[in-house]
């Protein structure tokens, strides 16, 4: 069963920048091809998604927050770090990493982890 960890950053303030990690096990995506996908969920928003990384290593970014993200995996590619830039009290949400083989339809995902951003 392949299981998704979100760190927990806790409380960010305004114009710092935000690392998660989510950190993935139980599977075999070391070997298999799949889209690693972070999301949040705000209140005011709703769900949106955030950016993927694939199994080679392409990334792609949601329009309106490509400026300031970045998707990267480590060399044990079980492990994949989400870091937005100069966080706003807008970016307070949850998180989620989901992992599936697109960027819209997800076959697993992870509990959240709640950011607040606040000064």
């Known amino acids: 069963q392949v299981q998704l960890q979100e760190s927990d950053p806790g409380l960010v303030k305004p114009s710092q920048s935000l690392s998660l990690t989510c950190a993935v096990s139980?599977?075999?995506?070391?070997?298999?091809?799949?889209?690693l996908n972070w999301i949040r969920r705000s209140p005011g928003k709703g769900l949106e998604w955030i950016g993927y990384?694939?199994?080679?290593?392409?990334?792609y970014y949601s329009p309106p927050l490509k400026s300031r993200t970045s998707i990267s995996r480590d060399t044990s590619k079980t492990q994949f770090t989400l870091q937005l830039k100069s966080v706003t009290p807008e970016d307070t949400a949850v998180y989620y990493c989901?992992?599936?083989?697109?960027?819209?339809?997800?076959?697993?995902w992870g509990q959240g982890t709640q950011v607040t951003v606040s000064s």
């Open positions: 139980g599977g075999s995506i070391t070997t298999n091809s799949y889209y």
């Open positions: 990384i694939t199994d080679s290593g392409s990334t």
């Open positions: 989901a992992l599936g083989n697109n960027y819209y339809l997800y076959d697993y």
